[in-house]
């Protein structure tokens, strides 16, 4: 400014200033400042009112999602439990966590915990569990030295605990979830301290990060986002949470939360002070867990829920979405440090959440318990691989039971994974011992990341070849199978049912009016098909004899001569009929099924074997629905698993019995019963009969598949009986089938006695009378 300008400009404020009071500037003051915030005032609660209201809102209130209970699965119905016993619930259970910055006494927080945690983990636990579940809390592969003393167990969670809750700052904040190689190999070369990539993710350590400037530039550069999103990630901040032990027990929770109330009330009589205290550093969160009360029982079908909460398997997997429900939000003001303080009333329409469905099934607890039993025992005694089970009631097509074994706990469906050695004692006959099982020997190079005994290592599945070499070390899962054990194997695994499928051959040539069954046939115990031979296996079969004998003794030649009467094209529709070629809807997870290929493709050979079960595939399931036909004269019912489905809202879904189609008439249903009957009273079937009632069944015994052909010797067969009792009157439906059993190659000689002692336990359990036998 010009000097002269400058002094003429002063000169006039003086005299501005001389000329009135001194009051007068004064007010003009308060009067020009009050002013400004009357002005402001105006601009923030008129003028600009929507976006500072917005502003406030989204800094004092804050949206939380409700959690909602997964519905309940429920057993059928009985006369004690009317609405039958709880296959699968969920209950909280608390997730124990700690705020480091409340004022409290650390070395008694300390302690206390250290208490806690040892209780929940190892107290009264068997070494094993105890071992795996330190192995969980310390986040580590291995305790070298591990013994079950209380002394040493606390020392090991005391340093853990003590470590945990000496944190004050967060240390760890993960901006990325997982890196590529190049990723991962761009970020080392930063060379910034405070940062740590690696393929699970990159993380940043705000106390160390320096550099901020530097690395908030290369991170944009090379993954993008917004400048100010990464500064407020990577910001230093206090630590407000620090996770402690997951899912506390029930009993734990109590114990904690009556705990912090007497200590409330005591700091509330003024009997301890802030410093003296403990329960002001505890965060409970409470989380729903899924408990399944029954264990192992119907695993295969009720399936599990993984960590996030989503169903796998099962009836879990098949109606995850409405078991789930469906999470509302709840509107709830926020202190200044962002935590939740005090929710806003609303009306429930507006929250959303939909708890889940309840689901009832139709599996009768006690059978299924009956049957699972049974089974288990049945394997182990013919040293089988696994074994499946099917009860259902033909009329309806309900589904009573479905078994397999081996089976899981779902409470802890990890466990499937646990290895052992395979040992000469456990497996005296490796080369065949171990045949269908999952094998594994180590391998640096090729092999995967396995934990055993607490340890890491390399394992990839072994050859055939090496099954038998002694002075190899070969590991197998506890339960044969690992994970395949939560497959359904009734409903998942295919395989061809060998001579079961001959009770349908005679069905259609009775029902297709080709034979009856005292028409007679000549059998010379053999049939030449190209350059391969079918044989039968029993000396009955030799000679001029009816279908009633061929039936009774399983004679292939018979069964060759009736299709061959037949022809393809009828065969092939009454596969159809019979559910061959599709699936039956089940209302489970992981249901396959074979497609049949047009009868117009079908070789000599295929049509030939078909009629003794080879060349076709069928779930046994499918098999037990197409016994059922000839049990329920004639007509197919489509099997069902679900009675009801009731929803939160009222909603209630009824599953009835239905009939699909008429596959045979009744009278030829008549006449293969009456058949069946025959053969497990005169037959091969007799191992299947039960004293007191009218049995119908049918063995089978199929050779395994394998590279194009089919396995020979020990342990290379599957073995099944199917039948249903009483035949006057069937009430149950039961199929067995066992994978390569050891002590018989033959269904005759194995499953027929898991069946006997299934349908019996059944009829009992019905209350039906044994037939009198006049004297």
Not at 302 to 317: K, L, M, Q, T, W
Request: proline share 4%; net charge negative; charged share 25%.
């Amino acid at each position: 400014m010009n000097p002269r300008k400058k002094t003429r400009f002063v000169d006039a404020f003086f005299e501005i200033f001389d000329r009135y009071p001194r009051e007068y500037f004064v007010y003009v003051f308060f009067l020009l400042f009050f002013g400004a915030i009357i002005w402001e005032t105006f601009s923030y609660t008129v003028i600009n009112y929507g976006f500072y209201n917005s502003l406030a809102y989204n800094q004092q209130v804050g949206e939380v999602e409700i959690p909602v209970t997964r519905g309940t699965l429920y057993s059928a119905a009985t006369t004690t439990l009317e609405n039958g016993s709880v296959f699968g619930t969920s209950v909280d259970l608390n997730d124990l966590a700690i705020d480091p910055q409340i004022k409290g006494d650390k070395g008694k927080l300390g302690i206390f915990l250290t208490n806690l945690v040892y209780k929940e983990i190892c107290y009264l636990k068997e070494s094993e569990e105890c071992y795996n579940d330190m192995l969980r809390f310390l986040k580590v592969l291995e305790i070298n030295d591990f013994n079950q003393e209380e002394e040493y167990l606390k020392g090991l969670i005391s340093k853990e605990i003590v470590e945990r809750i000496s944190k004050t700052k967060v240390t760890a904040v993960r901006l990325k979830d997982s890196l590529s190689p190049d990723e991962e190999s761009q970020t080392i070369k930063w060379g910034i301290k405070g940062v740590y990539p690696g393929p699970n993710g990159l993380y940043v350590n705000p106390e160390e990060l320096v550099q901020v400037e530097a690395f908030v530039e290369k991170y944009i550069d090379l993954f993008g986002g917004a400048e100010k999103d990464v500064l407020t990630s990577i910001r230093k901040r206090d630590l407000r949470y620090i996770p402690i032990y997951r899912k506390l027990s029930l009993l734990a929770s109590d114990e904690l939360s009556q705990y912090i109330s007497d200590e409330n009330q005591a700091l509330s009589q003024g009997v301890i002070e802030d410093e003296d205290s403990i329960g002001g550093f505890m965060i409970l969160n409470p989380h729903a867990q899924r408990i399944y009360p029954e264990r192992d029982v119907a695993s295969q079908l009720i399936g599990f829920i993984d960590s996030e909460g989503r169903g796998h398997y099962g009836i879990e997997g098949y109606f995850d979405d409405i078991l789930k429900g469906s999470p509302g939000e709840k509107v709830s003001k926020k202190d200044t440090q962002g935590r939740t303080i005090d929710p806003i009333s609303l009306d429930e329409d507006e929250l959303g959440a939909l708890e889940g469905a309840n689901v009832y099934t139709t599996i009768d607890r006690n059978i299924q318990k009956t049957v699972e039993q049974i089974l288990e025992a049945g394997v182990k005694k013919y040293r089988a691989n696994k074994g499946t089970v099917v009860v259902m009631d033909p009329h309806t097509g309900k589904i009573l039971s479905m078994a397999n074994y081996p089976n899981y706990d779902p409470n802890n469906p990890g466990d499937v994974y646990d290895l052992e050695k395979v040992t000469g004692d456990k497996y005296p006959n490796p080369t065949t011992d171990l045949l269908g099982r999952s094998v594994f020997v180590e391998d640096t190079v090729r092999g995967d990341a396995f934990i055993y005994d607490g340890k890491e290592i390399f394992l990839r599945e072994a050859d055939r070849s090496e099954y038998g070499e002694n002075d190899i070390t070969k590991y197998i899962y506890k339960n044969s199978f690992g994970a395949g054990v939560y497959q359904n194997d009734a409903i998942s695994s295919l395989y061809e049912p060998g001579s079961i499928m001959k009770a349908i051959t005679v069905a259609v040539g009775i029902d297709t009016g080709e034979i009856k069954p005292y028409d007679m046939y000549n059998d010379e115990g053999k049939v030449s098909i190209d350059s391969f031979t079918i044989s039968n296996v029993a000396k009955e079969c030799l000679g001029y004899n009816t279908y009633v004998n061929a039936l009774n003794f399983s004679c292939n030649v018979g069964m060759i001569r009736i299709v061959q009467k037949i022809g393809r094209a009828l065969l092939y529709k009454y596969y159809l009929d019979f559910g061959f070629a599709e699936e039956t809807g089940i209302t489970l997870s992981g249901e396959v099924s074979n497609k049949i290929e047009p009868y117009e493709r079908w070789s000599q050979a295929k049509l030939l074997t078909s009629s003794y079960g080879l060349g076709v595939a069928v779930t046994p399931l499918q098999m037990a629905s197409a016994y059922s036909v000839i049990a329920n004269g004639g007509v197919y019912m489509k099997p069902y698993l679900i009675e009801k489905i009731e929803y939160p809202d009222g909603r209630t879904t009824i599953y009835e019995p239905e009939a699909q189609r008429r596959v045979l008439k009744e009278s030829s249903s008549e006449m293969v019963i009456d058949m069946l009957v025959d053969g497990v009273e005169n037959g091969v079937a007799k191992a299947g009969g039960i004293e007191g009632f009218t049995v119908a069944g049918k063995t089978g015994t199929s050779q395994i598949a394998y590279k194009g052909g089919y396995e020979g010797g020990a342990a290379a067969t599957n073995g099944s009986f199917v039948g249903f009792a009483p035949a006057e009157d069937p009430q149950v439906v039961v199929l067995v089938k066992l994978e390569r059993p050891r002590s018989s190659q033959y269904g005759g000689s194995t499953s027929s006695f898991i069946f006997a002692d299934i349908t019996r336990e059944i009829l009992e359990y019905y209350g039906i009378p044994k037939k009198v036998v006049p004297e």
